[in-house]
């Protein structure tokens, strides 16, 4: 079982990136993804969530209106496409799902307890 994010580079403010959340050895439709960031000396943060028990979707305040969660079965991937992206959005990026006997049904990290490797963020003129 494993989670890989990718798309994460280096854009000037305003630009738009889309990071990816490929997943292995298990189904991502079944599951809840969330994507979480941590800046340099901030503690990690919710950034966006897909519930698989009501498929609702949740966006920080920070991102709403900027992100979109999306889902794509047939590639078992999670995209967060992060448009007008601004310096304070730079962080790096994680992807994390749970296999618990009850599923997230929020997105805070003590709901989460698999997690991918990260993929650097950085905003920058």
């Known amino acids: 079982v494993q989670l890989v994010e990718s798309g994460g580079g280096s854009v000037q403010p305003g630009k738009s990136l889309r990071l990816s959340c490929a997943a292995s050895?298990?189904?991502?439709?079944?599951?809840?993804i969330a994507w979480f960031r941590q800046a340099p000396g901030k503690e990690r943060e919710a950034v966006s969530c897909s519930l698989s028990t009501d498929s609702s979707t949740y966006y920080s305040d920070s991102v709403k209106g900027r992100f979109t969660i999306s889902r794509d079965s047939a590639k078992n991937t999670v995209y967060l496409q992060m448009n007008s992206l601004k310096p304070e959005d730079t962080a790096v990026y994680y992807c994390a799902t749970d296999f618990g006997p009850s599923p997230p049904i929020n997105c805070v990290q003590y709901e989460y307890d698999t997690w991918g490797q990260g993929t650097q963020v950085t905003v920058s003129s």
């Open positions: 050895g298990f189904t991502m439709d079944f599951y809840a």
